[in-house]
């Protein structure tokens, strides 16, 4: 393990496609510095695994794992949450907002359970009618309050899953012709967020 001034993040060597971009993306728009460690997901990944275990950075063997001052963190929406909450932002203001934050959160963990069946190839029931329906649900949401973002004005963590869902079904072919307004409005404003613009445009 590295020292306790330093983050470093452990995560799958898959560009930006998974949940370990959700911390990624996170990470750069507040600003944390970090060192990336990137592991291949071919056959030498069960070795990798069983080391990482080993070194404390996993107990189950799943990534992506966050070494921050001192701390070990895993999976990648308490990692959020935990960040959020360490950086006084991110996380709302009100019990309403809090409340807001975490169950448009789990609507997008519902939602990559599906969408992690696309990695071999488009899933034509999650593209017709999953997918569909969980960018509706959201819409809804993100309506709710003026925008741009869940909270309004206000950024969120939930904000980074939810443009990583978005992202994610592009790169697999399953995002669906038409969002609804409200999504797509946020869309364009995260996109346009200082801090992560220039990673976004990367593609």
Sequence with gaps: MSNSDSVVYHYLAIGKLGRGEVVKLFMID????????????DDTWPET????????????????????KGLVLTGHIPIL?????????????????KYLVDLVSDIYVDWRVHW????????????????PQYYDLIGKYYADREGPY????????????????????AR???????????????????????NIVDYIKKG
């Design 30 to 41: 507040a600003g944390i510095d970090f060192e990336e460690r990137l592991y291949r997901r």
């Design 49 to 68: 695994k069983e080391k990482l275990k080993k070194q404390g950075l996993t107990r189950n063997g799943q990534v992506p794992a966050l070494e921050y």
């Design 81 to 97: 949450r935990f960040l959020s909450r360490d950086l006084g932002r991110y996380d709302g203001i009100t019990s309403e907002d």
């Design 116 to 131: 992690v069946t696309n990695l071999k190839g488009p899933n034509r029931e999650y593209k017709e009618t999953i997918a």
């Design 150 to 169: 869940l909270l309004g004005d206000e950024v969120s963590y939930a904000d980074f899953a939810v443009y990583v869902s978005i992202d994610n079904d």
């Design 172 to 194: 697999t072919g399953t995002l669906p012709d038409t969002l609804p307004e409200s999504v797509t409005k946020f869309k364009a404003a995260l996109e346009a967020r200082p």
